[in-house]
């Protein structure tokens, strides 16, 4: 299976920017959708955004107008691009990807996550 590789989070201030980025790897031939979930301290895991391969995104209604999702398909990478951050931002983001595989079948891959801590 392929594997996603989260990287960029960390800790920021309230109103502060960070860029995660998201790589994927193993016998992909070509990927569908990309997305970002967080999954916020004792919540369970929700939707960002989603980024279609042509281009296409879809944002929570939470984060739209403050985060940016794009990628490169060539290099299968994934970014979310967060400004104005706030402390309610703060959580584990993951990044997941509809992969069709050189051999198999199509699924969906998940990252194992990056932390993002907004401080008041």
């Known amino acids: 299976q392929a594997q996603l590789v989260e990287s960029g989070g960390g800790l920021v201030q309230a109103g502060g920017s960070l860029r995660v980025s998201c790589a994927a790897s193993g016998g992909i031939f070509s990927i569908n959708a990309m997305g970002w979930y967080r999954r916020p301290p004792g919540k369970q895991r929700e939707l960002v955004a989603t980024?279609?391969?042509?281009?296409?995104?879809n944002y929570a209604d939470s984060v739209k107008g403050r985060f940016t999702i794009s990628r490169d398909n060539a290099k299968n990478t994934v970014y979310l691009q967060m400004d104005s951050l706030k402390p309610e931002d703060t959580a584990v983001y993951y990044c997941n990807a509809a992969v069709v595989p050189w051999r198999g079948f199509p699924h969906a891959s998940w990252g194992r996550g990056t932390q993002v801590t907004v401080s008041p």
């Open positions: 980024i279609e391969r042509n281009g296409t995104t």
